[in-house]
């Protein structure tokens, strides 16, 4: 199929680019890599009257490590330079770890970081990984700028909480605390399908060796990414055990995610996935995080 007509804008500015948001609003997508845009463009599940291409726009191309620690990622950075940037794999691991298991290397060849977060499928691993790292969002518009803690910035399936003149320039990682672990792990029916499930984890440790600060958060597990609190809650305090994983497992898998299922795998079946899954993304993140000596 083709899309139905549209104007196609390329400015050569932000502040352009911007400007033209401002002017349009809802009646103009923007395009960053388009490797979930011009799909649902050519099936005409949207049909938007301008699309304002970001690909000129170097200034929301970059990775760097702020004064604070915090790592810095622009919008328009595509996930293949990520995926392979040292200054990611030491300071943002999980989001190293991640990033490989994204589609396949022709899509994050072209695909952005930005532009996964606003498409925000809740079937993706990127919105997965801004809510388990607690990134932040910088989103623009010609007269305003703000920060979006990504617990507050999506909103539901391919909702978010921009601004219809806004658009998402950048995002910030916080710098990792003292000896944590991490761990992502999926299962897809072939390597680059959408997965039937998936989980994100970090465990942080206090000086003997209890867990100070846990987190666990799913994709395809509801209408969004979703973190699993009392999951976590489950985890404070407590040092590491097989029974407390099983217990932490349990109450995410059958309390707290919210999954759909689909012609390849059951509502019961994406629960014992998630069930299993998570003890075993546990497991891993709680030795990594006992053997950190960050």
């Known amino acids: 199929m083709k899309p139905a007509p549209f104007d196609y804008l390329k400015p050569a500015t932000l502040e352009e680019a911007l400007a ?25 599940l949207v049909q938007p009257a301008a699309l ?10 970059h990775i760097h490590v702020d004064g604070e620690g915090n790592l810095r990622i622009g919008a328009m950075t595509r996930q293949r330079r990520v995926e392979f940037d040292s200054t ?4 943002a691991p999980l989001l190293h770890e991640t990033l490989p298991f994204v589609a396949h290397p022709q899509i994050r060849n ?64 916080p710098a990792m605390l003292s000896r944590t672990g991490w761990s992502f792990m999926e299962v897809s029916r072939r390597k680059g399908d959408y997965a039937m499930m998936g ?11 209890r867990c100070a600060e846990g987190g666990l958060v799913y994709l395809n597990a509801g209408d969004g990414p979703v973190k ?7 985890l404070k305090g ?17 309390k707290e995610i919210d999954p759909f299922g689909s012609v390849h795998a059951s509502i019961d079946y994406q629960r014992h996935l998630a069930y299993v899954l998570t003890k ?10 006992q053997a950190s000596d960050i």
């Open 20 to 44: 033209i948001k401002a002017q349009l609003g809802e009646d103009a997508k923007v395009l960053a890599g388009g490797q979930s845009l011009i799909p649902t463009m050519n099936y005409r």
């Open 52 to 61: 304002i291409d970001l690909n000129e726009l170097s200034e929301l191309d």
């Open 88 to 91: 990611v794999k030491k300071v």
């Open 110 to 173: 072209r695909g952005t970081i930005g532009g996964s977060l606003v498409h925000a499928d809740p079937a993706s691993e990127l919105p997965v990984i801004a809510l388990a790292t607690g990134v932040r969002c910088r989103a623009k518009s010609i007269h305003t700028e703000r920060w979006i803690p990504a617990e507050d910035f999506f909103m539901g399936m391919f909702m978010t909480a921009l601004q219809p003149e806004e658009i998402l320039v950048e995002i910030s990682l």
């Open 199 to 209: 989980v994100a984890t970090m465990v942080s440790l206090d000086g003997e060796g």
């Open 228 to 234: 699993a609190k009392r999951a976590a809650d489950v």
């Open 238 to 254: 407590e040092k590491y055990s097989e029974a407390l994983v099983e217990k932490s497992a349990w109450e995410a898998s059958r």
């Open 280 to 289: 075993r993304a546990l497991e891993r993140a709680f030795e990594r995080a």
